[in-house]
């Protein structure tokens, strides 16, 4: 019986590793005009539509008055502007000079972790040039006390790590 055990537990324990995973059904297509936020190994396509609401939901739950300000312009800027694909990274230069990119970049930042968790993006993945139809994450917990949730493609690929609290 110990035998059967000693065969079998790293087996049921790498089962329910991949058990705590949930899957997020992600979308077919973005309605246009949309942001693609460029990672290393995913892009990240948000339709303005998506983004906007969810950013006036920030804005109206937002206690600092210097911050509800900021964003509020951000958002009114992005509302009133035309274009059709508006692509820039995960991290944005210090040395960009477009409004614009900026508060675009702004309120791409503050939303896409919820709308990701929810599915209103589309994903694609870099390494096998396709969009995937579903996307998993799981939390996580390092040994320092740093909790956080990683996001996966359907490959595996890890393609996002968010922080929830910093340990030591």
């Known amino acids: 019986m110990r035998r059967i055990l000693y065969y079998f537990l790293p087996i049921i324990c790498l089962l ?5 995973r949930k899957m997020i059904d992600v979308q077919s297509s973005v309605k246009r005009p949309y942001f693609v936020l460029e990672m290393e190994k995913a892009d990240l396509y948000f339709s303005k539509e998506d983004v906007l609401q969810e950013a006036k939901s920030e804005i109206e739950n937002e206690k600092r008055a210097e911050t509800g300000k900021l964003l509020q312009d951000a958002y009114e800027k992005v509302k009133e502007s035309n274009f059709d694909t508006l692509s820039f990274p995960l991290k944005l230069s210090s040395d960009v000079n477009d409004d614009l990119l900026k508060s675009s970049h702004l309120l791409v930042y503050l939303t896409f972790y919820d709308l990701l968790k929810v599915g209103q993006v589309r994903v694609h993945n870099k390494q096998a040039d396709e969009f995937e139809d579903k996307v998993s994450y799981k939390y996580e917990k390092t040994d320092l006390g ?8 359907n490959d595996g690929t890890e393609f996002y790590y968010h922080a929830i609290a910093l340990g030591e």
Not at 16 to 20: A, F, I, R
């Open 16 to 20: 329910l590793t991949d058990c705590s």
């Open 146 to 153: 740093q909790r956080g949730e990683v996001f996966y493609l």
